[in-house]
């Protein structure tokens, strides 16, 4: 299900780059959806870096990387559904 939602976003983004015109509707769908993979990513990362029911402290620093990755792609769809027309 999660490549399924990576590559629903892939096309969506596709359908702007062409025309060079972000679409609100579609950029909401996208922030909405990244939003799950997010959520599901880290989730899948906490599960392979557990030991005995808990984060390991390596765990502890790739959830935080890959956090701050999440935090900033979604900084950038918020960006682009408030720039200018």
């Known amino acids: 299900m999660l490549y399924q939602d990576l590559g629903d976003v892939e096309r969506d983004l596709d359908q702007m780059v062409g025309p060079l015109r972000l679409d609100r509707r579609l950029l909401f769908t996208v922030y909405h959806r990244t939003l799950a993979i997010k959520d599901a990513w880290l989730e899948y990362q906490a599960r392979d870096f557990s030991h005995e029911g808990a984060v390991t402290t390596k765990g502890e620093e ?14 950038n769809i918020k960006r682009m559904l408030v720039a200018p027309r």
Request: overall charge negative; glycine content about 8%; proline content about 0%.
């Open 62 to 75: 790739v959830l935080r990387e890959e956090g701050a990755l999440f935090a900033d792609l979604m900084l």
